[in-house]
């Protein structure tokens, strides 16, 4: 199983974007009764997570993105989203997706770098 990561990019603040994740060589029925979530890491700090989606549409977010970040799933394609509103400087990180057990192995990330 590979994670990719993808839809990063380079954005003033209070812009949006969509990250998505695909476990791909996953098969659904591995997908499917996963709990997943949205990590993020700068340098120097721990990876922390951001997001989960437990179940079809069960969220929990960071305070710090409450309101402003949407986790979302699709079973189906065995892809995780984060659509990203109203972005900050300090949202600037490198984004992972993974299980919230983080039993498989992290993918390269995808760079988020937001402009004040």
């Known amino acids: 199983v590979r994670l990719v990561e993808s839809g990063g990019g380079l954005v003033q603040a209070g812009a949006s974007l969509r990250l998505s994740c695909v476990a791909s060589?996953?098969?659904?029925?591995?997908?499917?009764?996963?709990?997943w979530g949205w990590y993020r890491q700068t340098p120097g700090k721990q990876r922390e997570l951001v997001a989960s989606v437990a179940g079809p549409r069960s969220t929990s977010y960071t305070d710090s993105v409450e309101g402003r970040f949407t986790i979302s799933r699709d079973n189906a394609r065995k892809r995780i989203y984060l659509q990203m509103d109203n972005l900050r400087p300090e949202d600037t990180a490198v984004y992972y997706c993974?299980?919230?057990?983080?039993?498989?192995?992290w993918g390269q990330g995808t760079q988020v770098t937001v402009s004040g």
């Open positions: 060589g996953m098969i659904t029925s591995v997908f499917n009764p996963n709990d």
């Open positions: 993974n299980t919230l057990k983080q039993d498989l192995p």
